[in-house]
């Protein structure tokens, strides 16, 4: 079975600094990783991925993520957090070749002015 | 490209009342996916459409729920004998090829009571 932990419900970040939002995951064989972004009262809409390659990614609206096998995680980051970006970012593994993404719980990102 | 399409936005019904809900995917997209979120959770994913063919339905999806894709075209989620536990967000994605990224619509939130 494969699952993803993000481990913090909410993230406070001030404008400008860096931002962290921390993600795991567990899954047979090599992983498919993926993170999404859901305004209020929108639909949830796609960031970055990872399916093989540089472990550094980089995606939209300057956001970027590490993946790290030993460790199984796959944090989002960005170098300097706008306002705007307040969120909910979900992060999702699948297997390779498996149809199913599996999200995590969401972690609620509120960048303060 | 007018994005994935989901109808209605909102749905209220009474407990036993059957609803149906419908997806029209991004054109070019053969691969269609439903997922149901609740407050507070990611979404979980209920089943998986290559062109007409259901591949993949998960254990979530009780005998009550069925899903069709005629013409690997638009699809419908159906849920007969509604429960108050069906109460979530049901969204709906398209994707051009298995492991890449899906596109979600903006959902059908289902109020059962």
């Known amino acids: 079975a494969q699952s993803v932990a993000q481990p913090e419900d909410q993230v406070n970040v001030a404008e400008g600094n860096p931002l962290t939002v921390k993600c795991t995951y567990s899954?047979?064989?090599?992983?498919?990783l993926f993170w999404y972004v859901q305004y209020p009262n929108r639909g949830l809409q796609f960031l970055l991925k990872?399916?093989?390659?540089?472990?550094l990614v980089k995606g939209s609206y300057g956001f970027e993520a590490e993946f790290n096998k030993s460790q199984t995680s796959f944090h989002l980051k960005k170098p300097s957090a706008l306002v705007s970006d307040s969120a909910l970012y979900f992060c999702?593994?699948?297997?390779?070749?498996?149809?199913?993404?599996?999200f995590g719980k969401g972690t609620k990102l509120s960048v303060i002015p | 490209d007018t994005g994935v399409s989901q109808n209605p936005r909102h749905k209220i019904t009474k407990r036993g009342q059957n609803v149906t809900f419908r997806c029209d995917p991004i054109?070019?997209?053969?691969?269609l996916y439903w997922y149901r979120q609740t407050l507070g959770q990611g979404p979980e994913f209920l089943t998986y459409f290559q062109n007409e063919a259901q591949l993949e339905k998960s254990r979530l999806l009780s005998d009550r729920f069925s899903a069709e894709r005629p013409k690997g075209s638009f699809s419908t989620l159906e849920i007969q004998r509604t429960e108050q536990g069906d109460s979530a967000m049901y969204l709906c994605?398209?994707?051009?090829?298995?492991?890449?990224?899906?596109?979600f619509g903006s959902g059908t939130q289902l109020s059962v009571l």
């Open positions: 990872y399916i093989t390659g540089d472990n």
């Open positions: 999702a593994v699948s297997g390779a070749g498996s149809y199913q993404l599996t």
């Open positions: 994605a398209s994707s051009l090829a298995l492991g890449e990224k899906l596109f």
């Open positions: 899954v047979s064989g090599n992983p498919y």
């Open positions: 054109s070019e997209h053969n691969r």
